[in-house]
């Protein structure tokens, strides 16, 4: 409770700070806010000593800070934490909007840690909303850019719908069980086709809404067709955000009501529609980046490919405490990956104006840095050993394939083998072409970028090499 808080009067208060001169204040007091929102969830996570406020069951028990919340709550703080100080070129052009963005970030951030640490389904739904709107916002904060512009009318139309799909499912589920509250759906739900058997179609009809509202959420196939456009036409620290804090939120809330309201007995309904999205979505995600040519589109799919990834943790969530480990590692892994990639597109796409892979040509000649940081990133999103993203994969498939799902694991690997192809692109780019006619100028990086970009490099290798530091994290 003490980080929704934090987030929400420092964004309030941050929108007083763009009443000033000078916006220069205002990264550093965000950054500041944001470290403070990750040493709370930390030393909760560790030592318990924060157990008044982050244990206490609010609002009636709707809101309940447990271990999950903490531990999901601190990997999405830390990604923000990297991924802001790449948005130092909106602070040195002096942009009128400043304090605005770095407002709705920290009220989109509020929206997330409920969507881990609900226990009623109308805070999920809430989540998602105060989520949602600041993206909707955000990715049309570019107001000169038509991609831009068109962006965020694709996301909140296709948004405003799923939204109507997802409420639309919360009304069935309360109908069927008469309650909000996971633990009690969970119980009723289970009971429901002995004891009131007509009532059972509403209760199904409901949970398969639900699915296909978080599932737009988290780009799951065949509700990802907005993301490619907004990935692309949003301004590239927006975009950042919404492949990494967003998908973990949802991919985390979505494990929750899985695991508490819709276990046991009711996982025969829902298993095979999450399969079928599973397999599609990893599909469509890995052969679809293979044919793009933009950057930021083929992370686009790539985002798309690994929400396919974590969704075997949900196939598999009979697997338990190494499903939720599993989510937590791989999230982890997965975000730190992106901010680089992400931070590196969008330093780029700043000086020579392009988000191409020719764009990306001859940088480990002009910035070695910038082209180590994209290889690491890459590396890791494709799951290469020595990196985070090695291990994030291996503890979800032996989640799948402890519960037997060897089919599936089978097929993972295979599109993993795909992903090689087209997150080699940009290596081979940064080290095996020349830099195009006007880009053979370094790209301009300030100490704190190169100091963030050492940072993400580090603990990408570090979770490759010693994946034990975190490992189990939700089992302590």
């Excluded at 009809?205 to 907005?226: D, E, V, Y």
């Excluded at 309904?269 to 397999?279: E, I």
């Amino acid at each position: 409770m003490l980080s929704i808080i934090l987030l929400s009067v420092s964004g309030l208060a941050n929108l007083f700070l763009g009443f000033l001169r000078s916006n220069r204040l205002i990264l550093p007091v965000v950054l500041l806010v944001l470290l403070a929102v990750l040493a709370v969830n930390v030393a909760g996570i560790d030592t318990n000593a924060l157990a008044g406020w982050n244990q206490s069951p609010y609002f009636n028990g709707m809101l309940t800070f447990d271990r999950y919340a903490q531990v999901f709550t601190a990997v999405m703080a830390l990604t923000a934490l990297l991924l802001l100080p790449f948005s130092q070129k909106y602070v040195q052009e002096g942009n009128p909007n400043l304090a605005e963005f770095y407002s709705l970030l920290l009220f989109s951030l509020v929206g997330a840690i409920m969507m881990v640490s609900y226990n009623n389904v109308l805070i999920l739904f809430l989540g998602i909303e105060t989520l949602s709107i600041a993206m909707y916002v955000l990715a049309g904060s570019d107001k000169g850019n038509l991609r831009s512009n068109e962006a965020a009318l694709k996301y909140f139309l296709m948004g405003s719908f799923a939204t109507g799909i997802l409420l639309f499912g919360i009304a069935l589920l309360y109908g069927a069980t008469g309650t909000f509250d996971l633990a009690q759906m969970g119980v009723k739900a289970r009971a429901l086709p002995l004891a009131d058997a007509a009532m059972a179609p509403m209760l199904y009809i409901g949970i398969l809404l639900m699915l296909i509202g978080i599932g737009f959420k988290i780009s799951a196939a065949p509700f990802h067709f907005w993301t490619p456009d907004v990935y692309e036409g949003a301004p590239t620290v927006f975009t950042g955000f919404m492949s990494t804090i967003v998908k973990t939120a949802g991919i985390a809330g979505f494990f929750k009501l899985l695991m508490i309201a819709f276990g046991g007995d009711t996982t025969g309904f829902w298993l095979p529609t999450l399969t079928a999205m599973l397999v599609l979505t990893l599909l469509i995600g890995n052969v679809g980046a293979v044919a793009q040519q933009n950057a930021k589109r083929m992370l686009a799919y790539s985002s798309i490919s690994h929400a396919g990834y974590l969704l075997l943790a949900l196939v598999s969530l009979k697997s338990g405490a190494l499903s939720a480990n599993a989510i937590f590692f791989y999230s982890l892994a997965y975000s730190i990956a992106t901010v680089a990639a992400f931070a590196v597109l969008k330093l780029v796409l700043d000086q020579r104006g392009r988000d191409d892979y020719e764009g990306l040509n001859g940088l480990a000649k002009t910035n070695p840095l910038l082209a180590l940081a994209m290889t690491v990133s890459m590396l890791s999103l494709a799951g290469i050993p020595l990196t985070g993203g090695f291990f994030g994969k291996f503890y979800l498939f032996s989640a799948a394939a402890e519960q037997g799902y060897i089919g599936l694991v089978i097929f993972a690997v295979v599109m993993s083998a795909i992903g090689i192809y087209y997150y080699l692109r940009p290596i081979m780019a940064m080290y095996m072409r020349p830099a195009v006619e006007g880009a053979e100028e370094p790209v301009a990086v300030t100490s704190l970028q190169s100091t963030v970009l050492i940072v993400l490099i580090g603990l990408t290798l570090l979770l490759g090499l010693v994946p034990g530091i975190v490992e189990g994290v939700l089992n302590a």
